[in-house]
């Protein structure tokens, strides 16, 4: 989890068209900033899953 550095309330980070940058981005006062993957994992390509993943990403979850 990180916090918003304009209001302090979380962030989340959301998918772009590339697979190198990510944007982080706070719901409650508009911050956002572009996020650059690593530099050993720039250009490389994630390949598709050709089962289901027999995980559920729970939202807020916590143990």
């Known amino acids: 989890m990180r ?3 304009r209001c302090g309330a979380k962030t989340r980070i959301d998918g772009t068209l590339s697979g190198d ?5 706070c719901d409650e ?3 956002f900033r ?3 993957a690593p530099g050993w994992a720039m250009g490389k390509r994630v390949e598709e899953a050709r089962t289901p ?3 559920t990403v729970i939202d807020g979850g916590g143990r």
Do not use: Q, R, T
């Not at 940058?21 to 981005?25: C, D, H, S």
């Open 21 to 25: 940058v990510a944007k982080e981005l």
């Open 29 to 31: 006062c508009g911050y």
């Open 3 to 5: 916090l918003c550095p």
């Open 34 to 36: 572009g996020l650059l």
């Open 53 to 55: 993943s027999p995980f």
